[in-house]
């Protein structure tokens, strides 16, 4: 199942720059999440979003701002990151039971910092 | 709180070999057990799950069971092939509780032909 798209997949960004992950879901669900997967480390959960709000806040850095216009669309905007920053970034949704039905994750943002 | 070990990888099979990827957890309620296959450069997929104890979640020729008495989920495959080199993690939720899943740390698995 490809329910959840990603974009970029890759990106270069400078510590000065500003970008923005974006990750879109069809899939009906109504909560979305934010994974970093960094070499050598366990997955991180930074953000959870239920119907649009956010639930969790994993006391990620303020360079990094979660966006959730919609239960569809949840977007990541980047400023003035730092390269220990670079990673995958995961996007992932989930219906009301993800005791019931896991997540659906997205392919991934691969994020490099110069 | 809620926590789910896996054994520490790489793991290196040939091809054709059984493997067994050993998960047990750690849960303040009754919860569901998945695992979830990352192929490089790709996002983690829903391989099995399993929602209950003595539940056996199968797909892809992949296994596990739910064993209470032993906490357990231990993802198995009686003849693996180069394509299922992959890194797989195990997860748990617990059901009315604060239902998100909680992964273990990934076991990275080599198939060699």
């Known amino acids: 199942e490809t329910g959840v798209t990603q974009t970029p997949r890759h990106l270069v960004m400078g510590m000065t720059n500003k970008k923005s992950l974006k990750c879109e879901q069809h899939?009906?669900?109504?909560?979305m999440y934010w994974y970093k997967q960094s070499a050598k480390k366990p997955l991180e959960l930074m953000f959870v979003?239920?119907?649009?709000?956010?639930?969790e806040n994993n006391s990620v850095p303020s360079r990094f701002s979660p966006e959730c216009p919609n239960s569809s669309h949840l977007f990541l905007h980047l400023h003035t990151l730092q390269p220990e920053d670079s990673a995958l970034y995961l996007c992932?949704?989930?219906?009301?039971?993800?005791?019931?039905?896991?997540?659906?994750f997205g392919s991934g943002t691969r994020l490099t910092v110069v | 709180g809620d926590s789910v070990t896996q054994m520490e990888g790489p793991v290196t099979l040939s091809e054709e070999a059984f493997l067994t990827i050993n998960c047990t957890y750690t849960?303040?309620?009754?919860?569901?057990l998945f695992w979830y296959v990352q192929y490089p450069g790709e996002g983690l997929q829903l391989l099995l799950k399993?929602?209950?104890?003595?539940d056996k979640g199968s797909n892809k020729g992949f296994e596990a069971t739910y064993r209470k008495e032993t906490t357990s989920f231990h993802l198995e495959k009686g003849s693996v092939q180069v394509s299922d080199s992959a890194v797989y993690f195990c997860?748990?939720?617990?059901?009315?509780?604060?239902?998100?899943?909680?992964f273990g740390t990934g076991t990275r698995l080599t198939i060699i032909p």
């Open positions: 979003y239920n119907f649009k709000e956010q639930t």
């Open positions: 992932a949704s989930s219906q009301d039971r993800p005791d019931l039905y896991g997540y659906t």
């Open positions: 399993a929602t209950k104890a003595d």
């Open positions: 849960a303040t309620g009754y919860p569901s």
């Open positions: 899939l009906g669900h109504n909560a």
């Open positions: 997860a748990l939720s617990v059901a009315f509780g604060n239902e998100k899943l909680t």
